[in-house]
């Protein structure tokens, strides 16, 4: 049987791809911190079961293909409260952020064309973009300098005749970078100038950590035809399960076309999206109580980090993640031997190894991402557990 060739170029998530090795590690007896995945140990807010559980219509009916009303009305007043005006047509709902991506990253990319992405990135990128037939042309960075990557030169460097557009995460995951305004203004500049898109994969937009008011590429109203943004209820509300994500865009073109996925996908989940707009009625007072918390596991796994002899990293100003290069060979012969060989009274660790965050061959080898998610007392452990896997790891490798 033949297999397509766009496929073939797609690979495993780093964070999922040792699960049969924790099977039989939990199997053996062990147990497991998992650092490896952004799961959010954080309540889902109340408001969210209540609405599935006031649903009272006899059939659960086809929604309409943009998006529910009630749920884009939501999503509307929330961009009116940050100052960011959008119509209704310049809305639609899709299955989580996920899908928000690959509907736009289908329409604007084809075979041969290249997207710029600062590298290390979410490496699910690479299935999104390699599924259209385009490659992703990485804007390069470095553990040393903190992973920044807002620099002119060093983007436009990377510009050429293939390039269709950029994309950047911010807050950053898995780097935890968080753009100022100026170096978001700097990013729509460069689109601007070289008649890019520009997307801004903005999940993590409410998790910064240094007082900085909520920012968004929507912002930009000079930029209209060239800003997509790529929102979603995962991780700003806890509700990763839920699968509800947007793309919004002033470009009513590139939103023409994305309704053609839109209605070839008929609709998303009907009851997800009443459940997610009644989460839009949250208070400021969650947020500040969720971001207070994951600034402590922050500064939590910034200063066990710190007592690590060998290991590379900057403090992360948002997300909830944290990127750092490991005083090891290989990360994954790690994380490997972690699982299979390692434990200390029967505990041992997950993280998510850095290489397939890289377009860019060789690089990121012996980095890794934390997602710090546990609670603290869990965070604290696995954050020893690290400490001692490369103690012992280096003595016999």
């Given at each position: 049987m033949k297999f397509s060739s766009k496929v073939k170029k797609c690979g495993l998530s780093p964070m999922r791809k040792f699960h049969p090795y924790a099977v039989a590690a939990e199997a053996a007896g062990k147990k497991i911190y998992h650092l490896n995945i952004g799961q959010p140990d954080v309540e889902t807010?109340?408001?969210?079961?209540?609405?599935?559980k006031q649903f009272n219509q006899p059939v659960l009916e086809y929604a309409a293909s943009p998006g529910m009303p009630v749920l884009i009305e939501a999503i509307q007043k929330y961009y009116d409260n940050l100052d960011m005006h959008f119509e209704k047509n310049e809305i639609l709902i899709t299955t989580g952020g996920s899908e928000a991506l690959q509907i736009v990253l289908n329409c604007i990319l084809d075979d041969g064309d290249e997207i710029l992405i600062p590298e290390p990135f979410y490496p699910n990128y690479n299935t999104m973009v390699n599924t259209t037939g385009a490659k992703i042309h990485p804007i390069p960075t470095t553990p040393e300098e903190g992973y920044h990557?807002?620099?002119?030169?060093?983007?436009?460097?990377e510009i050429n005749e293939n390039t269709r557009a950029i994309m950047c995460t911010n807050p950053g995951n898995p780097t935890g970078v968080v753009l100022t305004p100026e170096e978001m203004r700097l990013m729509v500049d460069i689109a601007k100038e070289h008649d890019l898109f520009i997307i801004g994969d903005e999940a993590y937009r409410e998790f910064v950590y240094g007082g900085e008011p909520l920012q968004s590429l929507g912002q930009f109203d000079d930029a209209a035809d060239n800003v997509i943004v790529i929102d979603t209820v995962s991780k700003r509300f806890s509700a990763c399960g839920a699968r509800i994500g947007c793309i919004i865009s002033r470009n009513k073109e590139l939103m023409g076309e994305c309704m053609k996925y839109c209605q070839c996908r008929l609709?998303?989940?009907?009851?997800?999206?009443?459940?997610?707009?009644?989460l839009y009625d949250v208070g400021p007072e969650y947020f500040a109580a969720v971001r207070e918390e994951y600034k402590r596991r922050r500064d939590t796994v910034v200063a066990k980090l710190e007592q690590i002899p060998g290991v590379i990293f900057k403090c992360p100003k948002g997300a909830f993640y944290l990127m750092a290069a490991l005083p090891v060979d290989d990360?994954?012969?790690?994380?490997?031997?972690l699982l299979e060989e390692f434990d200390d009274n029967g505990d041992t660790v997950m993280f998510a190894p850095g290489a397939p965050m890289y377009a860019t061959p060789g690089k990121g080898k012996n980095e890794i991402r934390i997602a710090y998610v546990l609670k603290q007392d869990k965070l604290e452990r696995a954050m020893d557990l690290l400490a001692l896997g490369i103690k012992k790891y280096n003595e016999t490798h």
């Amino acid at each position: 049987m033949k297999f397509s060739s766009k496929v073939k170029k797609c690979g495993l998530s780093p964070m999922r791809k040792f699960h049969p090795y924790a099977v039989a590690a939990e199997a053996a007896g062990k147990k497991i911190y998992h650092l490896n995945i952004g799961q959010p140990d954080v309540e889902t807010p109340a408001q969210f079961f209540d609405a599935i559980k006031q649903f009272n219509q006899p059939v659960l009916e086809y929604a309409a293909s943009p998006g529910m009303p009630v749920l884009i009305e939501a999503i509307q007043k929330y961009y009116d409260n940050l100052d960011m005006h959008f119509e209704k047509n310049e809305i639609l709902i899709t299955t989580g952020g996920s899908e928000a991506l690959q509907i736009v990253l289908n329409c604007i990319l084809d075979d041969g064309d290249e997207i710029l992405i600062p590298e290390p990135f979410y490496p699910n990128y690479n299935t999104m973009v390699n599924t259209t037939g385009a490659k992703i042309h990485p804007i390069p960075t470095t553990p040393e300098e903190g992973y920044h990557y807002a620099d002119r030169a060093k983007i436009e460097a990377e510009i050429n005749e293939n390039t269709r557009a950029i994309m950047c995460t911010n807050p950053g995951n898995p780097t935890g970078v968080v753009l100022t305004p100026e170096e978001m203004r700097l990013m729509v500049d460069i689109a601007k100038e070289h008649d890019l898109f520009i997307i801004g994969d903005e999940a993590y937009r409410e998790f910064v950590y240094g007082g900085e008011p909520l920012q968004s590429l929507g912002q930009f109203d000079d930029a209209a035809d060239n800003v997509i943004v790529i929102d979603t209820v995962s991780k700003r509300f806890s509700a990763c399960g839920a699968r509800i994500g947007c793309i919004i865009s002033r470009n009513k073109e590139l939103m023409g076309e994305c309704m053609k996925y839109c209605q070839c996908r008929l609709c998303v989940a009907t009851l997800d999206q009443v459940a997610s707009a009644a989460l839009y009625d949250v208070g400021p007072e969650y947020f500040a109580a969720v971001r207070e918390e994951y600034k402590r596991r922050r500064d939590t796994v910034v200063a066990k980090l710190e007592q690590i002899p060998g290991v590379i990293f900057k403090c992360p100003k948002g997300a909830f993640y944290l990127m750092a290069a490991l005083p090891v060979d290989d990360a994954d012969n790690f994380q490997k031997w972690l699982l299979e060989e390692f434990d200390d009274n029967g505990d041992t660790v997950m993280f998510a190894p850095g290489a397939p965050m890289y377009a860019t061959p060789g690089k990121g080898k012996n980095e890794i991402r934390i997602a710090y998610v546990l609670k603290q007392d869990k965070l604290e452990r696995a954050m020893d557990l690290l400490a001692l896997g490369i103690k012992k790891y280096n003595e016999t490798h």
